[in-house]
């Protein structure tokens, strides 16, 4: 009985990554996909002059869910999947280790008045973190996920082969596999969008400005005095991923 080739593909994959020779099997099997064959740049877009992050305002965001929503008509995300979310936090005076956490259809609808007494409550927005130092483009055994080189985290559909490795090596729970295609999704950072200019859905939906794109290449760009003049923290510093999406008075509580 012959094998496709996803069997295929999959079986060398597997086999790669146990022996440590991913690169040299990689070169042979497929060839490294270089760009995102779905999210063609435009004509002029020049990947060396951007280096793109996100910044979040954790006080500015009320749980309205229009990133959520935008996202995913944008996206066109499978329903019960999400790009992107957002968490409720609830935590009580002296036990900061343990804060009541929700996010009911990823914050899609927003958020249900709560009766719990609670000293502190905040949202918190979380996405791919398009981390500089990957642990999902690490694992990959086709290098289906990779780099950009403007500094985008993004996925190769023609050559994933659906092995879950990189949605268990990420810290930050941002991939899914799609129910029908049986492909990783995951944000792209609208790479469609940026690439021609133009902010993520996400950010252009949000009321409040809490979450911004930043192009952390370009010295004119208002990142760089947010960095300098807040306290700025990312998820899960001790994983020491290098991610890029920045967070300002980040709760202590916050997993």
Not at 15 to 23: D, E, K, M, S
Not at 106 to 115: D, E, I, L, R
Not at 162 to 170: H, I, L, N, P, T
Request: with cysteine.
């Amino acid at each position: 009985m012959r094998k496709t080739r996803r069997e295929i593909l999959l079986s060398a994959g597997k086999y790669i990554l146990l022996t440590g020779t991913a690169a040299a099997g990689l070169e042979s099997l497929t060839g490294t996909a270089s760009a995102d064959t779905t999210t063609p740049a435009s004509d002029g877009y020049k990947m060396a002059d951007h280096w793109w992050g996100m910044t979040m305002e954790v006080d500015k965001c009320i749980g309205c869910g229009n990133c959520v929503r935008a996202c995913s008509k944008e996206n066109d995300v499978p329903e019960g999947f999400y790009r992107t979310w957002i968490e409720r936090y609830h935590v009580k005076e002296g036990d900061m280790e343990h804060p009541t956490v929700e996010s009911p259809d990823g914050g899609m609808h927003g958020f249900p008045p709560t009766s719990t007494p609670v000293d502190k409550s905040f949202f918190i927005p979380k996405l791919c973190n398009h981390c500089a130092d990957s642990p999902c483009t690490q694992v990959c055994p086709v290098g289906a996920t990779f780099v950009s080189p403007d500094g985008v985290v993004l996925v190769d559909q023609s050559y994933c082969l659906g092995c879950r490795y990189c949605v268990q090596a990420c810290p930050y729970g941002c991939r899914f596999i799609h129910p029908t295609k049986n492909v990783v999704e995951k944000c792209n950072l609208c790479y469609h969008r940026i690439t021609k200019g133009l902010t993520t859905a996400c950010c252009e939906a949000c009321p409040t400005g809490a979450r911004k794109l930043v192009d952390l290449k370009n010295p004119k760009d208002p990142v760089h005095d947010f960095l300098r003049h807040y306290k700025v923290q990312v998820l899960k510093p001790h994983m020491a991923t290098h991610a890029k999406v920045f967070y300002k008075d980040l709760d202590g509580s916050v997993r």
